[in-house]
């Protein structure tokens, strides 16, 4: 059955979210001594970044210790590019239009990634970054719809232009994002504080698990926005939980200019190095 995104009693639960992050937050500031160290300036450099054009930004939601590199660039919004996966994947689930194994008929044209080119479910044109199918989803869903629950999710600046933008709003705008608002809503989604059904949110976070180790699943998303006349954008975010007898959860966000695509293989690396060092990923063997 469908939701619709104007329940009153869902909005609640959303304000409620933002006071609790608010409160995570204004913890973080509160104690800057436990985010000091180590400085992601030099993660970022280490994996062949410049950290004058990227932000690593990492919040540890047990205590609100907070991780930032490029403070301002943080704040800057931007395309979310395929990042915004996570946020349709949960519409698509929640309205009813689709599931996990949901399947997605190949329309024949051939893209430029080769595993887009066959059949989909929503679950495996998440992994592969499917475009096709998202544009499916949004066109299908309409821009009534899609408009309302962005807005209903409190993503970025919630707009999606008109009519002709619906298949590309993400990708090339006017959808926009930053680094610390992917935190907010990430880490609304990993503490089951969106306004969804709690079987939304179960059917929708094993489509994003893109690893997972003794101890520890990480939930990601990457996200590419080619952008013709200045440097593409990269982006890595979701967040990490650790079970076990201290359970806790770390949420990430990081953007990057790629000039080239060498670059595009630096994302991960990069997040990952700097989970490990405060604390999330224990060292590899």
């Given at each position: 059955c469908r939701?619709?995104?104007?329940?009153?009693?869902?909005?609640?639960?959303?304000?409620?979210?933002?006071?609790?992050?608010?409160?995570?937050?204004?913890?973080?500031?509160?104690?800057?001594?436990?985010?000091?160290?180590?400085?992601?300036?030099?993660?970022?450099?280490?994996?062949?970044a410049d950290p004058a054009s990227a932000t690593l930004l990492i919040v540890r939601l047990s205590d609100g210790a907070t991780w930032v590199s490029n403070p301002a660039r943080a704040n800057r919004r931007y395309p979310p590019a395929s990042t915004s996966k996570i946020v349709h994947t949960l519409i698509a689930i929640e309205t009813g239009y689709a599931r996990p194994d949901s399947a997605f008929e190949w329309d024949g044209t051939v893209r430029f990634v080769d595993a887009w080119n066959r059949d989909q479910?929503?679950?495996?044109?998440?992994?592969?970054?499917?475009?096709?199918?998202?544009?499916?989803?949004?066109?299908?869903?309409?821009?009534a719809t899609m408009a309302e629950w962005l807005e209903h999710l409190d993503y970025g600046n919630q707009y999606i232009g008109g009519e002709t933008d619906l298949t590309t709003y993400w990708l090339k705008g006017p959808l926009a994002i930053s680094a610390r608002e992917q935190i907010d809503f990430l880490t609304r989604l990993a503490t089951d504080d969106l306004p969804l059904a709690a079987a939304t949110l179960a059917a929708a976070k094993p489509i994003m698990v893109a690893d997972s180790g003794e101890g520890w699943t990480l939930y990601a998303k990457t996200g590419w926005r080619l952008d013709p006349d200045n440097a593409d954008l990269g982006w890595y975010v979701g967040w990490l939980e650790l079970a076990g007898a201290s359970p806790d959860s770390w949420v990430f966000a990081f953007n990057l200019d790629m000039n080239s695509e060498a670059d595009v293989a630096k994302r991960r690396p990069i997040v990952r190095e700097a989970l490990r060092q405060v604390g999330a990923l224990p060292d590899p063997r």
């Open positions: 939701t619709h995104p104007a329940d009153s009693s869902r909005h609640a639960v959303t304000r409620a979210g933002v006071v609790v992050l608010a409160a995570v937050l204004g913890a973080a500031a509160a104690a800057p001594a436990i985010g000091d160290q180590p400085d992601l300036a030099e993660v970022i450099t280490a994996g062949g479910t929503l679950a495996s044109a998440f992994a592969v970054s499917a475009v096709w199918v998202y544009q499916r989803i949004t066109a299908d869903l309409g821009h």
